[in-house]
């Protein structure tokens, strides 16, 4: 199965000293397959919300809600199941400091 996995972090994150090294996970992940795309994403400012309102394109600078939880960065799993993405998810550092959000791809 196809998951997508949110990274995310509050705006004040809490730090977790013994955190996983994130490039052990990502080398570890991307060499037994699992970790099919990732990366990091620019920070909320640069973000441009696009909405059509009545048939009127309408531009936000940055995200169209203020939130104290930001995604910061994504990755695409490629696992056999929802468990063995948990455990996946469960071995990123960001699980520790932040939270990370498992979705799988809907199925047409």
């Known amino acids: 199965m196809k998951y997508m996995m949110f990274v995310c972090t509050d705006t004040e994150p809490e730090t977790e000293l013994a955190a996983p090294d994130i490039d052990t996970w990502v080398a570890e992940n991307d060499a037994n397959g ?5 990366s990091q994403l620019a920070s ?4 441009t ?3 059509v309102r009545g048939g009127e394109l309408l531009l936000t600078d940055g995200p ?3 939130t104290k ?3 910061v960065g994504f990755d695409i ?5 929802l ?3 948990i455990e996946v998810a469960r ?3 960001m699980s520790w400091a932040g939270r990370v959000e498992l979705r799988p791809f809907h199925d047409e």
């Not at 799993?77 to 199941?81: F, G, M, N, Y």
Request: proline share 7%; charged share 30%.
């Open 91 to 93: 071995a990123h550092p």
């Open 34 to 38: 699992r970790r099919a795309l990732g």
């Open 64 to 66: 169209f809600a203020e």
């Open 44 to 47: 909320p400012s640069a973000a």
């Open 77 to 81: 799993l490629e696992c056999a199941d």
């Open 69 to 71: 939880e930001v995604i």
């Open 83 to 85: 468990d063995e993405a």
């Open 49 to 51: 919300t696009v909405r």
